[in-house]
């Protein structure tokens, strides 16, 4: 199932049409879309049994290439998790050490965007990292890896775009404040549920920008996969519905080029996930 931030309301998106999970369920289920993301087994089953028309008027494929119709399919989730360094060959890129357990910081959530939206530049060292993104649907701490996917709700594309000169300028690193400028964390272009998914963790990430293949990665590459991620978080911080778990990028990120390259005004960002969509993100 694929359910979407339509006009903000929770809508499942078909081939024939659009699905509003409020209104077709007679109230049933919330138009929320972090409260739908919440209940989203309860949601897929609903929809196998009972059958609701989809409308017409706007179709899976129409929305696939017009973004910038759809919100974030999660847009206040109480924590924003990222982690960095989680593929070998991004880590090389970087020079920095692979990490012995995850490297984690967050994403403000007031940097949240749809999977069309612009993104303003604050700085001429703006830079790409395309990331799958785990949304958690059933909160908990301690969970062990072997429980870890009865917790995710879904998974959609992400960017987490960087602002280079203020992340590198202090003694520390300032991941998380570089991180989350306005609009700095497109994610979408809808929620696409685990039983889409041939194997999550073997999927293909791409991003171009303006047409030119910049990073090409596949998930089975990440060095902490995703139980146990969820494994090692919830060992420490409680998860809750509707959480993002950013889960790091692959190489060919523009900081680490010579010369180094970056985000420009006019530049077209696109990052597609198979299976899950494409954002297409233009520079401002
Ligand atoms: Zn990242």
């Known amino acids: 199932m694929k359910l979407a931030n339509l006009d903000g309301r929770a809508t499942i998106l078909t081939a024939q049409g659009t699905i509003d999970v409020e209104t077709s369920s007679g109230g049933r289920f919330p138009s929320h879309p972090d409260a739908a993301v919440t209940r989203v087994a309860e949601i897929r089953d609903w929809l196998a049994t009972a059958r609701p028309p989809a409308d017409p008027k706007a179709t899976l494929a129409a929305l696939a290439t017009e973004p910038a119709r759809l919100g974030p399919p999660v847009t206040h989730p109480s924590q924003i998790f990222a982690v960095g360094l989680n593929y070998l060959d991004h880590s090389a890129e970087t020079g920095l050490i692979v990490p012995e357990s995850p490297l984690v910081f967050t994403k403000f959530s007031s940097s ?11 700085a001429p060292t703006c830079d790409w990292e395309i990331e799958l993104v785990v949304v958690i649907g ?5 969970i062990p890896e072997s429980k870890a996917l009865d917790h ?8 987490d775009i960087s602002e280079r000169a203020a ?6 690193p300032q991941f ?29 990430l791409t991003c171009t920008l303006d047409g030119e293949t910049v990073q090409s990665g596949r998930t089975r590459d990440m060095i902490f996969d995703i139980p146990s991620l969820i494994s090692h978080l919830s060992g420490i911080c409680e998860l809750r519905p509707a959480d993002l778990i950013f889960t790091g990028t692959p190489a060919g990120v523009g900081y680490s080029r010579t010369p180094p390259r970056y985000l420009t005004p006019g530049s077209v960002l696109s990052s597609t996930i198979d299976t899950l969509g494409t954002l297409t993100n233009t520079c401002t």
Not at 167 to 172: H, L, P, S
């Open 152 to 159: 995710i709700a879904g998974f959609c594309v992400g960017q």
């Open 167 to 172: 992340q590198m300028a202090g003694a520390t």
């Open 138 to 142: 059933k909160g908990g701490r301690d």
């Open 176 to 204: 998380s404040l570089a991180k989350s400028h306005r609009a700095f964390t497109p994610i979408g272009p809808w929620l696409t549920t685990p039983d889409e998914l041939d194997d999550p963790d073997d999927l293909a």
């Open 112 to 122: 949240l965007a749809g999977p069309g939206a612009d993104i303003p530049l604050p």
